[in-house]
């Protein structure tokens, strides 16, 4: 009895300093993630969707939107911190790093504590999370809302209580309420309900009707709100036509490229063990991450989609790469230490490097509209005209109204010099690489702007394999030369 007692309080002993150990490493990568995070936070310009977001997100509640979450939080940061790239991002900042413990605490309660510790490692050094937590857009809020959700719902599977079927309810109302592509995770719910039962594995106790129906038929229910025009017409103004060209090999390509090919390949192999072992966690994370994937690519050829609409999804890719890097340590720590920390340090090296691009050479992935917009404010006169992409976005910077927009502009050249030669108006383009190349693909504007124009100064920056330079031109209005009137040389006979 004495020595049963003993192990029973070395184990608790034993297990006492594990968990220590736990909480000191998570709280040492929670404080590098809060590094990263705020790092630059207010010097990256914002680029277009985020003014969008910011302006908007002023008059909120007067006007509400199809996302109103994260309107909120930025009206109130604003409101709290002043107006500015800082203050519009610190909510998500804040959300993006309160996500690592939620990670950890996920992946540890599915697969064990080393992949709890390996997946929030990941997504510390994450470049992709970076950019959303540093962005006023929805993105890093989603991440962890959606990611909530599908481990309510997992749980509530497995441990049968009800209690995790409403609350994956609610999160998920949340996540779409946030951003509404999160819809496409009720896909991945409905796929994994399915073909569970086909699996040769023992189905879990939560797998009945009372936790499927109590989560589903709110959503089944909601679906009657598509019969109203209004909503359908509210709804499709979200997404768009696809004039920007996007096609289902270019989702792939930023998907791959977003979470870095390292990364992809050992989140790949992470659905191979979870299927070889008939894991059903892995099974899960599998159509948590492909099934809104599949979505997104069958409907891209019609409404205007990107890859960074799933970054809601990143959180499975996130632990099945953690749940690879972890059974290949523990598969091969047998024979070599060295060789069993490879997989783990070669998705290290990928990741940092990939945020030292990220902030040292890329600019944070943006256009520099602050600092383009900054060297040509005291020299614009008020009767210049302004032309932009992005009509809001010199609107924010040069608290100019009324600039004109790139795209009406290529579209009327003549109409529109031969307008601005009227009004003897001098002329600034203030342009990044990426909207002119989509706008003139027959190059004919460019052609005129090089003819007509000076260059006054660019701003380069190659972020995410793209020119994102902005370049500023300035069209002189000239004065037109008359003919001199020829002297009357007629002899007046009567003189």
């Not at 036509?241 to 989702?251: D, M, P, Q, T, V």
């Not at 409907?299 to 690879?324: K, R």
Request: contains cysteine.
């Amino acid at each position: 009895m004495l020595r049963s007692s003993t192990l029973s309080y070395n184990d608790r002993k034993q297990d006492m300093a594990s968990l220590f150990e736990e909480i000191v490493i998570l709280i040492i990568l929670i404080s590098i993630a809060s590094v990263l995070r705020f790092w630059k936070l207010g010097e990256w310009s914002f680029w277009a969707d985020e003014i969008f977001s910011v302006q908007d997100a002023q008059n909120f509640p007067e006007s509400l939107t199809i996302n109103p979450i994260i309107y909120a939080l930025i009206h109130w940061t604003t409101n709290a911190f002043g107006l500015s790239e800082w203050s519009a991002r610190l909510g998500p900042c804040i959300i993006g790093i309160i996500s690592l413990p939620f990670i950890y605490l996920i992946a540890r309660r599915m697969f064990g504590a080393q992949v709890g510790v390996v997946s929030s490692l990941f997504l510390v050094f994450h470049p992709w999370h970076i950019y959303w937590s540093q962005n006023a857009r929805a993105y890093s809020l989603v991440f962890f809302l959606a990611g909530l959700s599908a481990y309510c719902f997992y749980e509530a599977i497995e441990s049968n209580k009800l209690r995790y079927s409403i609350l994956s309810l609610l999160l998920t109302m949340l996540s779409i309420a946030s951003y509404l592509h999160c819809v496409l995770i009720l896909p991945a719910f409905i796929i994994y309900v399915i073909i569970l039962p086909s699996l040769p594995i023992t189905l879990p106790k939560g797998f009945n009707k009372r936790i499927l129906l109590t989560f589903f038929v709110p959503f089944i229910l909601s679906l009657s709100v598509l019969f109203i025009p209004t909503v359908r017409e509210y709804i499709y103004s979200g997404w768009g036509s696809n004039e920007w060209g996007r096609n289902a090999l270019y989702i792939l390509f930023t998907i791959g490229y977003s979470l870095g090919i390292p990364f992809t390949v050992a989140s790949i192999i992470g659905v191979f063990h979870s299927f070889a072992y008939l894991n059903r966690g892995g099974i899960f994370l599998m159509c948590y991450a492909i099934v809104p994937l599949i979505c997104l690519l069958a409907i891209s050829p019609f409404l205007n989609v990107a890859g960074y609409y799933l970054f809601f999804t990143m959180p499975a890719y996130l632990i099945l790469a953690g749940l690879c890097a972890s059974e290949a340590i523990s598969f091969m720590s047998r024979d070599s230490k060295v060789l069993s920390s490879a997989v783990i340090l070669i998705l290290l090296i990928f990741l940092i490097s990939q945020s030292y691009l990220y902030f040292f050479v890329e600019n944070g992935g943006r256009e520099k509209w602050k600092e383009a917009f900054q060297s040509i404010s005291g020299k614009i006169e008020s009767d210049d005209v302004v032309v932009v992409p992005m009509p809001r976005v010199a609107e924010y910077y040069l608290q100019k109204q009324n600039p004109q927009q790139l795209e009406k502009v290529i579209n009327s050249i003549g109409q529109s010099q031969n307008q601005w030669n009227e009004n003897k108006q001098d002329v600034w383009f203030v342009i990044d690489e990426p909207s002119v190349q989509v706008l003139d693909p027959q190059h004919k504007f460019r052609d005129w702007l090089y003819t007509n124009c000076r260059l006054i100064k660019e701003f380069p920056v190659y972020a995410r394999v793209m020119d994102r330079t902005v370049r500023i031109w300035h069209l002189d209005y000239i004065e037109p030369i008359t003919e001199p009137q020829q002297a009357d040389t007629t002899i007046n006979q009567s003189y």
